[in-house]
Protein backbone atom coordinates (compact mmCIF):
# COMPACT_ATOMS: atom_id res chain seq x y z
CA UNK A 1 0.00 0.00 0.00
CA UNK A 2 1.29 3.09 -1.19
CA UNK A 3 2.69 5.70 1.73
CA UNK A 4 1.18 8.62 0.55
CA UNK A 5 -1.69 9.84 2.16
CA UNK A 6 -4.98 9.41 -0.28
CA UNK A 7 -6.69 12.25 1.47
CA UNK A 8 -4.78 14.74 -0.16
CA UNK A 9 -4.75 13.04 -3.31
CA UNK A 10 -4.59 16.61 -5.04
CA UNK A 11 -1.61 17.15 -3.87
CA UNK A 12 0.04 14.17 -5.46
CA UNK A 13 -2.36 12.94 -8.43
CA UNK A 14 -1.36 12.98 -12.10
CA UNK A 15 -4.41 13.28 -13.67
CA UNK A 16 -8.36 14.44 -13.90
CA UNK A 17 -10.29 12.46 -16.17
CA UNK A 18 -13.99 13.96 -17.07
CA UNK A 19 -16.98 12.83 -18.65
CA UNK A 20 -19.05 15.05 -20.05
CA UNK A 21 -22.82 14.80 -21.19
CA UNK A 22 -23.28 11.39 -18.26
CA UNK A 23 -26.69 12.97 -17.82
CA UNK A 24 -29.22 13.53 -20.46
CA UNK A 25 -31.15 16.59 -19.19
CA UNK A 26 -27.84 18.09 -19.69
CA UNK A 27 -27.16 17.17 -22.72
CA UNK A 28 -29.87 18.26 -24.07
CA UNK A 29 -30.14 21.22 -22.07
CA UNK A 30 -27.15 22.19 -24.40
CA UNK A 31 -28.45 20.98 -27.48
CA UNK A 32 -25.93 18.09 -27.48
CA UNK A 33 -27.00 14.25 -28.36
CA UNK A 34 -27.40 11.92 -25.89
CA UNK A 35 -24.12 9.82 -25.92
CA UNK A 36 -23.77 6.01 -26.64
CA UNK A 37 -20.61 5.88 -25.20
CA UNK A 38 -18.75 8.48 -22.76
CA UNK A 39 -17.44 11.50 -23.75
CA UNK A 40 -13.98 12.09 -22.37
CA UNK A 41 -11.68 14.82 -21.62
CA UNK A 42 -8.90 16.04 -19.33
CA UNK A 43 -7.81 18.47 -17.02
CA UNK A 44 -4.55 18.57 -15.18
CA UNK A 45 -3.46 18.59 -11.84
CA UNK A 46 -2.90 22.15 -11.57
CA UNK A 47 -6.43 22.98 -12.58
CA UNK A 48 -7.53 22.27 -8.58
CA UNK A 49 -8.19 24.39 -5.86
CA UNK A 50 -9.41 23.83 -2.36
CA UNK A 51 -12.28 25.96 -0.18
CA UNK A 52 -10.32 29.54 0.58
CA UNK A 53 -8.70 29.87 -2.80
CA UNK A 54 -10.97 31.90 -5.87
CA UNK A 55 -12.55 30.28 -8.97
CA UNK A 56 -10.97 32.64 -11.58
CA UNK A 57 -12.40 33.38 -14.51
CA UNK A 58 -10.11 32.72 -17.60
CA UNK A 59 -9.52 36.18 -19.65
CA UNK A 60 -10.27 35.03 -22.45
CA UNK A 61 -13.94 34.15 -21.52
CA UNK A 62 -17.04 36.13 -20.94
CA UNK A 63 -19.19 33.53 -20.24
CA UNK A 64 -18.04 31.17 -17.48
CA UNK A 65 -20.62 28.39 -16.05
CA UNK A 66 -20.72 25.56 -13.38
CA UNK A 67 -21.20 21.96 -13.44
CA UNK A 68 -21.32 20.49 -9.92
CA UNK A 69 -20.14 16.60 -10.51
CA UNK A 70 -19.22 13.38 -8.09
CA UNK A 71 -16.00 12.96 -8.00
CA UNK A 72 -14.62 9.46 -7.94
CA UNK A 73 -11.46 9.16 -6.06
CA UNK A 74 -9.18 5.90 -7.45
CA UNK A 75 -7.24 3.95 -4.81
CA UNK A 76 -5.51 1.40 -6.69
CA UNK A 77 -4.65 1.18 -10.44
CA UNK A 78 -5.16 -0.92 -13.46
CA UNK A 79 -5.61 -1.43 -17.18
CA UNK A 80 -8.80 -2.54 -18.42
CA UNK A 81 -10.53 -2.78 -15.06
CA UNK A 82 -13.62 -5.55 -15.10
CA UNK A 83 -16.90 -3.63 -14.09
CA UNK A 84 -17.28 -6.49 -11.53
CA UNK A 85 -14.25 -5.68 -9.60
CA UNK A 86 -14.29 -1.74 -10.27
CA UNK A 87 -15.63 -0.33 -7.26
CA UNK A 88 -12.50 -2.25 -5.57
CA UNK A 89 -10.35 0.78 -6.73
CA UNK A 90 -12.17 3.51 -5.34
CA UNK A 91 -10.66 4.70 -2.44
CA UNK A 92 -13.62 7.46 -2.12
CA UNK A 93 -14.64 10.64 -3.71
CA UNK A 94 -15.20 14.39 -3.54
CA UNK A 95 -17.32 17.37 -4.67
CA UNK A 96 -16.18 18.75 -7.33
CA UNK A 97 -16.73 21.62 -9.91
CA UNK A 98 -16.05 21.65 -13.73
CA UNK A 99 -16.06 25.01 -14.13
CA UNK A 100 -16.11 25.48 -17.96
CA UNK A 101 -15.65 28.59 -20.03
CA UNK A 102 -18.62 27.72 -22.20
CA UNK A 103 -18.11 30.95 -25.29
CA UNK A 104 -14.98 29.55 -25.80
CA UNK A 105 -16.24 25.64 -25.77
CA UNK A 106 -18.99 26.52 -28.31
CA UNK A 107 -16.52 28.39 -30.42
CA UNK A 108 -13.54 25.10 -29.94
CA UNK A 109 -16.98 22.69 -30.97
CA UNK A 110 -17.63 24.51 -33.83
CA UNK A 111 -14.59 24.78 -35.61
CA UNK A 112 -13.71 20.76 -34.72
CA UNK A 113 -11.20 21.54 -32.32
CA UNK A 114 -10.53 19.95 -28.55
CA UNK A 115 -12.02 21.62 -24.96
CA UNK A 116 -8.37 22.39 -23.79
CA UNK A 117 -8.99 25.80 -23.36
CA UNK A 118 -12.75 26.13 -22.40
CA UNK A 119 -11.72 23.07 -19.27
CA UNK A 120 -8.08 22.91 -18.19
CA UNK A 121 -7.68 26.46 -17.01
CA UNK A 122 -6.06 26.94 -13.41
CA UNK A 123 -8.80 26.97 -11.09
CA UNK A 124 -10.76 24.66 -13.21
CA UNK A 125 -11.23 22.27 -10.85
CA UNK A 126 -12.40 23.25 -7.41
CA UNK A 127 -13.04 20.39 -4.79
CA UNK A 128 -14.05 19.58 -1.49
CA UNK A 129 -12.87 17.57 1.36
CA UNK A 130 -11.77 13.78 0.61
CA UNK A 131 -14.85 11.64 1.67
CA UNK A 132 -13.74 7.76 2.45
CA UNK A 133 -15.73 5.07 0.43
CA UNK A 134 -17.73 3.99 3.14
CA UNK A 135 -19.63 7.33 4.19
CA UNK A 136 -21.13 6.84 0.44
CA UNK A 137 -22.67 3.38 0.37
CA UNK A 138 -24.39 3.60 -2.80
CA UNK A 139 -22.56 6.66 -4.63
CA UNK A 140 -25.09 6.37 -7.43
CA UNK A 141 -28.30 7.39 -5.49
CA UNK A 142 -26.76 10.92 -3.98
CA UNK A 143 -28.07 13.88 -4.42
CA UNK A 144 -25.79 17.03 -5.50
CA UNK A 145 -26.80 20.61 -5.49
CA UNK A 146 -24.72 23.78 -6.21
CA UNK A 147 -26.83 27.55 -5.45
CA UNK A 148 -24.95 30.81 -6.77
CA UNK A 149 -25.72 33.48 -4.22
CA UNK A 150 -28.14 31.35 -2.49
CA UNK A 151 -30.19 30.56 -5.34
CA UNK A 152 -30.46 27.14 -6.64
CA UNK A 153 -28.95 26.22 -9.96
CA UNK A 154 -28.62 22.33 -10.11
CA UNK A 155 -30.39 20.07 -7.61
CA UNK A 156 -30.05 16.30 -9.39
CA UNK A 157 -29.51 12.68 -8.44
CA UNK A 158 -26.29 10.40 -9.88
CA UNK A 159 -29.27 7.60 -10.17
CA UNK A 160 -29.85 9.76 -13.52
CA UNK A 161 -26.09 8.48 -14.92
CA UNK A 162 -26.24 7.32 -18.40
CA UNK A 163 -22.96 5.69 -17.76
CA UNK A 164 -22.41 3.62 -14.24
CA UNK A 165 -18.73 4.14 -12.16
CA UNK A 166 -18.10 0.22 -12.65
CA UNK A 167 -18.83 1.38 -16.59
CA UNK A 168 -17.07 4.46 -16.48
CA UNK A 169 -14.01 2.89 -14.47
CA UNK A 170 -13.78 0.24 -16.87
CA UNK A 171 -13.97 2.17 -20.05
CA UNK A 172 -11.58 4.86 -18.92
CA UNK A 173 -8.88 2.04 -17.79
CA UNK A 174 -9.06 0.28 -21.11
CA UNK A 175 -8.26 3.37 -22.91
CA UNK A 176 -5.98 5.45 -20.10
CA UNK A 177 -4.54 3.14 -16.94
CA UNK A 178 -5.88 4.71 -14.00
CA UNK A 179 -3.40 5.14 -10.98
CA UNK A 180 -3.82 6.11 -7.33
CA UNK A 181 -4.88 9.41 -6.75
CA UNK A 182 -6.23 9.78 -9.96
CA UNK A 183 -9.76 11.65 -10.22
CA UNK A 184 -12.45 10.60 -12.52
CA UNK A 185 -15.14 13.59 -12.36
CA UNK A 186 -18.80 11.57 -13.62
CA UNK A 187 -20.66 14.38 -15.24
CA UNK A 188 -23.30 16.99 -14.23
CA UNK A 189 -27.29 17.45 -13.99
CA UNK A 190 -28.90 20.14 -15.77
CA UNK A 191 -29.00 23.36 -14.86
CA UNK A 192 -26.05 24.69 -15.24
CA UNK A 193 -25.35 28.66 -15.71
CA UNK A 194 -23.11 31.81 -16.03
CA UNK A 195 -21.30 33.31 -13.05
CA UNK A 196 -19.88 36.43 -12.25
CA UNK A 197 -17.55 37.88 -10.40
CA UNK A 198 -17.68 38.03 -6.93
CA UNK A 199 -21.08 35.29 -7.38
CA UNK A 200 -20.42 33.02 -4.32
CA UNK A 201 -20.98 28.60 -5.01
CA UNK A 202 -22.59 26.88 -2.11
CA UNK A 203 -22.64 23.47 -3.33
CA UNK A 204 -23.44 19.90 -1.61
CA UNK A 205 -23.77 16.47 -1.59
CA UNK A 206 -26.81 15.45 0.05
CA UNK A 207 -26.15 16.52 4.15
CA UNK A 208 -22.62 14.20 3.64
CA UNK A 209 -20.13 17.79 2.40
CA UNK A 210 -20.62 21.28 1.43
CA UNK A 211 -18.63 23.75 -0.17
CA UNK A 212 -18.41 27.20 -0.69
CA UNK A 213 -16.23 29.33 -3.43
CA UNK A 214 -15.95 32.56 -4.76
CA UNK A 215 -15.54 33.89 -8.20
CA UNK A 216 -13.44 36.75 -9.53
CA UNK A 217 -10.91 37.75 -12.03
CA UNK A 218 -7.05 37.51 -11.94
CA UNK A 219 -6.36 41.20 -11.78
Same mark, same amino acid.
Not at 100 to 109: F, L, S, V
Given at each position: MSARNI????EWGRKIICVGRN?????? /?? &?????????????????Y #?? !????????????NLHHE?????????GGTAIPQSSAMDHVAGYVLCLDM??????? /?? &?SKGLPWTLAKAFNTS?? #?? !???PKEKIPNPESVNLWLKVNDNMR??????????????????????????????ILTGTPKGVSSVQEQDVLQAGIDDIVTMTFKVDRKS
Open positions: ARFWYADHAI /EL &KNAIPTEPVLFLKPPSA #IR !EGSPILVPYYSSIELGVVIGKTARDIQE /EC &KCP #IS !EFIQNGSTSQMIFSIPFLINYISQIISLEEGDL
